[in-house]
């Protein structure tokens, strides 16, 4: 009877010994899981997932995987460091790469990249996605004073007329619970004898988010100007109206609307279901510069 179970062991040995043997490293893949990816700054160690698949987990193999790196903005040893300069799979699964970014305080709002790539040893290893392009976004991105107060000028989107507030009359004030949130008050736009206050209800807004980029959502309230509530809106080149958020760009001291066209529309309180909201005002090349006080 051991005799016979002892045969048995010998052979299931030989049977496993024989399924490692008949890995086809032809049908085997090493790939990432996707081509590019954002990562802060301050992540510390990157952990990049890589896969070996084409036969089952635990079939027994030796693949071995070379990993290098090519500087985008990114330079090696400043922004990022690869600590993985080689992976070993010896069965088919996932494993991480790791690479250390570098949090080195430069103060900049740009986006840093670099690019990863894998390379099996073993020549029959197929590859799908061999590299991964990696974007540092700054933690460092200089926070810039909003607040103060500024001179508006814009044009009549349809007839070029110059516009202007008084010089420094629009103050912009940092919301108190809300730090990404700037209120824009005393927006007043003159022209001669023309007054065109641009909000009665003193509360437009935009945002600046962690990356510094700002926008001013659209369809804001804007308050009731005697014949129903009004609300802002986006224009394009030909007039159409968009509800995107609209990008402000800083350039100096100035606060650029990054739009074709800006207006405030409003809904007549008597109007029909079919009747169009009505323009208040509608403008373009809109520019807010800081003022000293």
Not at 154 to 159: G, H
Request: net charge negative; glycine share 8%.
């Amino acid at each position: 009877m051991k005799y016979v179970i002892y045969n048995l062991w010998i052979l299931m040995f030989l049977f496993a010994c024989g399924e490692s043997e008949q890995v086809e490293y032809s049908k085997l893949s090493v790939d990432f899981q996707k081509s590019k990816m954002d990562v802060g700054e301050n992540t510390g160690i990157l952990e990049i997932p890589v896969v070996l698949s084409g036969c089952s987990v635990d079939m027994p193999l030796q693949v071995s995987v070379q990993v290098s790196a090519t500087d985008g903005e990114a330079v090696a040893g400043v922004d990022y460091e690869l600590i993985d300069s080689q992976l070993a799979f010896d069965v088919c699964g996932k494993t991480a790469l790791k690479v250390k970014i570098i949090d080195n305080e430069e103060i900049t709002d740009a986006v840093k990249t670099f690019t990863v790539s894998i390379k099996a040893e073993n020549p029959e290893v197929n590859s799908g996605i061999s590299s991964v392009k990696v974007y540092i976004i700054s933690d460092d991105v200089e926070k810039v004073t909003m607040a103060g107060f500024y001179t508006l000028t814009a044009q009549d989107f349809i007839e070029d007329t110059q516009l202007s507030s008084v010089p420094g009359g629009v103050e912009i004030v940092q919301d108190l619970d809300d730090s990404n949130k700037y209120y824009l008050r005393n927006m007043v736009l003159v022209n001669g004898d023309k007054v065109l206050p641009l909000t009665m209800a003193d509360d437009l807004y935009f945002t600046v988010d962690n990356s510094g980029a700002m926008s001013m959502p659209t369809q804001q309230k804007i308050g009731d100007y005697g014949a129903g509530e009004g609300f802002t809106i986006g224009l394009t080149s030909e007039g159409y109206t968009i509800a995107d958020p609209i990008k402000i760009e800083k350039s100096g001291n100035r606060l650029l609307f990054k739009v074709d066209g800006f207006a405030g529309l409003f809904i007549d309180e008597n109007a029909g279901p079919t009747d169009y909201p009505t323009i208040y005002y509608a403008l373009k090349n809109i520019i807010l510069e800081k003022v000293n006080h």
